[in-house]
């Protein structure tokens, strides 16, 4: 099989992702996604400290039940969202809030989340790079999908944009490891320790180490995910 061709910016993000807040040291994860013989790709991958649900809780600015509404295609970080010589892919998720359990920021009905790696539908991104075409793989490090209904814990950071420092709201530590998704009836299921667990077993939970919002639930409008 052939060598992957690279790039100075393969070396270039290796660096960066041990000096960047928003990405911190941890065990590397197995990149899933990888060029194919011939192909001339970079492969991006993030390393993330996996929290405890108790760190969870102290950590969150916000953790809500939400139903996601949807997920955008791959971007590069800058305000364009294009393609650049040095970019790092990401994407967003939108959620419909259903249910705020902690809410430091006051984020209303709808929250959007900022994610880095490929919108996972999307395996790789073509993009020009010195008159070449070149692929982009990353690994979204997620599964969500539009439609799932969760309990998300969020915090609030300042990502490296090409224009400086952008402030966005993240999913908090291990992206996978960062919510609970509904089951059948009413448990869901995830973070840290793959539990299962209900809503109100949560905000007691949650109720134990810090204050909890009043507001009332919405009910979600589709099924969970099986």
């Given at each position: ?39 001339t ?10 929290l ?7 950590q ?18 800058q305000e364009?969202?294009a ?14 809030v ?40 990353s ?48 448990r869901?299921?995830?973070g ?35």
């Amino acid at each position: 099989m052939k060598a992957m061709k690279m790039t100075p910016l393969t070396l270039f993000w290796a660096v960066l992702l041990l000096s960047i807040g928003s990405v911190a040291c941890g065990p590397s994860e197995a990149v899933v996604n990888a060029p194919e013989d011939g192909e001339t790709g970079i492969v991006l991958s993030s390393e993330y400290i996996s929290l405890a649900s108790d760190e969870m809780i102290d950590q969150a600015d916000l953790v809500f039940q939400g139903q996601v509404t949807a997920i955008s295609t791959t971007q590069f970080n800058q305000e364009s969202g294009a393609y650049w010589d040095e970019g790092r892919p990401y994407h967003t998720i939108t959620f419909q809030v259903l249910r705020p359990i902690v809410d430091t920021i006051n984020v209303g009905q709808e929250v959007t989340v900022t994610v880095w790696g490929n919108n996972p539908t999307e395996e790789s991104v073509p993009v020009e790079q010195n008159g070449q075409e070149i692929r982009i793989f990353s690994n979204a490090e997620h599964d969500l999908q539009v439609g799932d209904t969760v309990i998300a814990f969020v915090e609030r950071r300042e990502l490296m944009w090409r224009e400086g420092k952008h402030e966005a709201l993240v999913l908090l530590g291990v992206p996978s490891e960062s919510y609970y998704r509904l089951q059948a009836g009413d448990r869901y299921l995830g973070g840290p320790a793959r539990e299962s667990i209900t809503v109100e077993e949560l905000v007691d939970r949650v109720a134990e180490q810090r204050s909890v919002s009043e507001q009332p639930a919405i009910e979600p409008e589709s099924t969970p995910s099986e």
